[in-house]
């Protein structure tokens, strides 16, 4: 199980591990975004510090109506004890986690700051 906390600004949010190739590797705090069919989006500068490789440019739409082109990097990210192999897309703003993470997993969510956020894998 995998658990987090809502935030101040009533977010569910997790502390998740990023590793890119070269074995470095960061912490970074997602905000749980069910809109979001991606893995994981990350800003420039933590994707620049992993050293995360490029993948491919891709076009995304985004929660304005405004379709825009996204680059894509491998990396993994540390999942319930395990480490997976994902798609970052690139993006100006805080981390994401999208549904593809979230996929045979249920998600629990008590909306208030504070309150528990667990992500269970299903049986």
Same mark, same amino acid.
């Given at each position: 199980m995998i658990r987090g906390a809502v935030n101040a600004r009533h977010e569910a949010v997790l502390d998740l $591990?990023? $590793?890119g190739s070269s074995g470095i590797e960061v912490a970074v705090t997602a905000v749980i975004d069910t809109g979001s069919t991606a893995s994981l989006? %990350?800003?420039h500068a933590t994707v620049a510090a992993l050293g995360l490789t490029y993948r491919a440019t891709n076009p995304a739409l985004l929660a304005n109506g405004v379709l825009h082109?996204?680059?894509m990097y491998d990396a993994e990210v540390e999942w319930d004890g395990v480490w997976l192999a994902i798609l970052v897309t690139e993006v100006d703003s805080d981390p994401l986690l999208g549904t593809r993470l979230l996929a045979g997993h249920e998600l629990y969510v008590e909306f208030n700051p504070g309150g528990v956020v667990?992500?269970?894998? %299903?049986p």
């Open positions: $591990r990023i $590793r989006t %990350l800003p082109s996204c680059d667990e992500v269970r894998a %299903l």
